[in-house]
């Protein structure tokens, strides 16, 4: 990693991974993995992966359905952000 941003771009990297990012940090963290290919994005995704699952394991009773409604704003936002507009 470029020493010039390397905590904004970590800090970027475990936002994505923890729940995403609007279109500004999104379009920021592109530039900065541009800066520095070496980056390991997805290693921080793979974390926060494992880390849902260990406590999944550890409380079994704790995945519950998503509804319906939230299931539908998701995939509505994450349309949104690939098109490049905003969710209405």
């Given at each position: 990693?470029?020493?010039a941003h ?11 991974a ?5 279109a ?7 530039a ?12 921080l995704?793979?974390?926060?992966a ?6 999944l394991h ?30 209405g």
């Open positions: 990693m470029k020493r390397p905590d904004r771009l970590q800090e970027l990297l475990a936002d994505e923890l729940g995403g990012l609007d500004s940090c999104h379009s920021e963290l592109e900065l993995l541009r800066e520095s290919p070496e980056a390991e994005r997805d290693a995704m793979r974390t926060a494992l880390t849902q699952l260990a406590f550890r409380d079994s009773s704790a995945p519950q359905p998503m509804p319906a409604s939230l299931r539908a704003r998701l995939l509505g936002t994450a349309e949104a952000q690939r098109s490049g507009h905003k969710p």
